[in-house]
């Protein structure tokens, strides 16, 4: 029995690496408290799909470190995905599983913080214009 549309989607076509996540309609929150629950339990198949969606952020967000984490805002990082990490026990928790190498501290995380948006602008305007705005 299915218990959404990704579901049926995912199992139809499986030679297709899909992502969860990405299916706008991916509200399922027992997809994500199974996900928690692996993740709980350091089952190696959750911890490569939670590796995979911290990946596809970084992509999406220009996240070139692990510490990178440190500059997100949550307005940058939209509704869905604060609402996901909710699901998962939390951004840290999350990249504590990704990535146990790293010491993380919590208060480094600047989450609603004005400077890190500011940051986050920062690094878009020099990824638009690399040799500077002066250039335009």
């Not at 190696?44 to 999406?60: F, G, H, M, S, V």
């Not at 990178?68 to 939209?78: K, Q």
Request: with cysteine; proline share 5%.
């Amino acid at each position: 029995m299915y218990d959404s549309v990704p579901s049926v989607i995912i199992d139809t076509y499986p030679e297709y690496p899909w992502k969860r996540w990405k299916f706008v309609n991916c509200k399922s929150k027992k997809w994500w408290a199974n996900l928690r629950y692996g993740l709980a339990r350091n089952n190696p198949e959750a911890l490569k799909t939670a590796t995979a969606y911290i990946t596809d952020l970084e992509k999406e967000h220009k996240i070139t470190s692990p510490e990178g984490w440190y500059d997100m805002t949550w307005e940058v990082l939209g509704h869905a995905v604060r609402r996901q990490m909710n699901y998962l026990g939390g951004l840290l928790a999350v990249l504590q599983k990704v990535y146990p190498n790293v010491e993380w501290k919590a208060s480094r995380f600047h989450t609603y913080a004005k400077k890190s948006t500011q940051r986050s602008l920062s690094k878009t305007m020099q990824d638009a214009f690399p040799a500077g705005v002066g250039t335009i």
